[in-house]
């Protein structure tokens, strides 16, 4: 059995750079081969600093025999062909989310992979590595807390780069939760639903904010995310599952607490980088591990199609200002 992974990373901006460090210092499964990225000289720096090849396409990267498995970071747009090239190169592939822009794209890759015969593709919803959301997946599913019946959750931003538009608040914001609470109830969406509310006067643009979404499941669970994508207090996530007997709450990240001045201060994040550091170098050692045992077991290209079919509805919902329904084809055999 092989002992390390070569990995080529394409796309190598803010999150591409954080993967390359956890893949070179935080997981001794990996070793970082290449790097590419649009912008050549943006590769090129990565390179040096990572002590690896700088290629001038990531369909190179992707066919390169140094490269045994290739992490996406690139652009939304581009992750669908660069997660089809790479299965068309039997290829592992690790793809930050979103799977792809649509779902047409994600059911392509899930018949690639089919068609390759193995498990190649792995989606970047690093949530599932949180140790906060593992216990509560575990409370609920060990029956502690009864049948859960509802979900109540925010995902609240500070900012965000200019050119942001609102329905970037589903595909790029709320699809972690979209993920996180049907793997947390172990259930499909039924329906879908944005529900408007008063606009902040904080937001930075001119797209809607926040945003109220609404899932059902199809034991009819009912889900309720509020979505700040702009001038929140801090990078604030909350999720509170609601069962029978109990509730359980994600864990606010651990930090100083300060008495002075008569008053109890407890400092928030305000980066998601920090604040899921310790998810994401779990998800890549997790990654790496099961690679070098044969497949990939985190997050697969069907959870990439469930998210976007989701968001496609939510999205709709919007437009059409009424409940929308999530229609899913038979799970194939491969993601059971
Ligand atoms: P970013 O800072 O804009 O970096 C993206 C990089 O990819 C840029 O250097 C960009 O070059 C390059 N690029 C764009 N199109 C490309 C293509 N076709 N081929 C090769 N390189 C290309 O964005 P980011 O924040 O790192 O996000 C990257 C991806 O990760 C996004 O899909 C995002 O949704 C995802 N993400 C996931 C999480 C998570 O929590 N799981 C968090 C953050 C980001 P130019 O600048 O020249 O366009």
């Keep these: 059995m092989k002992q390390q992974l070569r990995v080529g ?56 025999p140094d490269v045994d498995a290739v992490v996406v970071t690139s652009a939304d747009p581009s992750h669908a062909a660069y997660v089809l090239e790479a299965i068309r190169h039997n290829k592992f592939v690790f793809c930050e989310k979103p799977l792809a822009q649509t779902a047409e794209e994600c059911q392509q890759i899930i018949a690639a992979e089919q068609a390759a015969g193995k498990k ?124 029978e007997d109990g509730i359980v709450s994600l864990p606010d990240p651990t930090s100083v607490t300060k008495r002075a001045a008569a008053a109890i201060h407890t400092p928030l994040m305000t980066d998601w980088k920090d604040r899921f550091i310790e998810a994401y170098d779990i998800e890549f050692q997790e990654w790496a591990k099961s690679l070098l045992n044969g497949a990939p077991t985190g997050p697969s290209a069907w959870d990439g199609y469930v998210a976007c079919v989701t968001g496609d509805a939510l999205i709709r919902s919007r437009q059409t200002g009424k409940p929308e329904d999530i229609v899913l084809p038979e799970k194939p055999e491969m993601y059971q």
Excluded at 10 to 34: N, Y
Excluded at 149 to 170: C, K, W
Excluded at 175 to 191: G, M, N, P, Q, V
């Design 9 to 64: 990373v394409i796309g190598c901006g803010a999150i591409g750079r954080e993967h390359l460090r956890r893949l070179t210092d935080v997981v001794p499964e990996t070793i970082v081969t290449g790097v590419a990225d649009y912008f050549l000289p943006a590769a090129q720096s990565a390179a040096e600093m990572f002590h690896c090849t700088a290629f001038q396409t990531g369909e190179d990267l992707i066919v390169s």
């Design 120 to 243: 190649l593709v792995q989606v970047g919803f690093m949530r599932r590595y949180d140790r906060g959301y593992m216990a509560m997946k575990h409370a609920i599913s060990s029956n502690e807390i009864g049948a859960p019946l509802m979900i109540h959750a925010a995902h609240r931003n500070m900012s965000q780069a200019p050119g942001f538009e609102t329905d970037y608040a589903v595909t790029r914001v709320a699809i972690h939760e979209i993920d996180i609470c049907r793997w947390l109830l172990d259930d499909e969406y039924a329906t879908a639903q944005v529900l408007g509310v008063r606009q902040s006067s904080r937001t930075s643009g001119e797209w809607l904010n926040p945003q109220i979404m609404m899932l059902t499941t199809r034991s009819g669970q009912r889900i309720d995310v509020e979505v700040q994508t702009d001038g929140a207090y801090a990078y604030d996530i909350q999720c509170h599952v609601v069962g």
